[in-house]
């Protein structure tokens, strides 16, 4: 899995430390995670793909 995926899991165990937190925020991060980890499984396997953040 990509470092920055990871970096994303490790906030989510830290968040789930605590009693109270924004679980939006939780969420949030796993959805990078899923997102980052597909990107480079894609990136691995030479598939092509869209980058739609392009706020040009």
């Not at 994303?8 to 939780?26: H, K």
């Not at 980890?37 to 869209?50: C, E, G, I, R």
């Amino acid at each position: 899995m990509a470092g920055k995926a990871l970096a994303d899991l490790e906030t989510v165990n830290l968040l789930l430390q605590f009693a109270s937190f924004p679980r939006s925020v939780a969420a949030f991060h796993c959805q990078q995670a899923v997102e980052k980890s597909l990107k480079a499984f894609l990136v691995a396997h030479d598939v092509p793909f869209l980058f739609w953040h392009d706020l040009g």
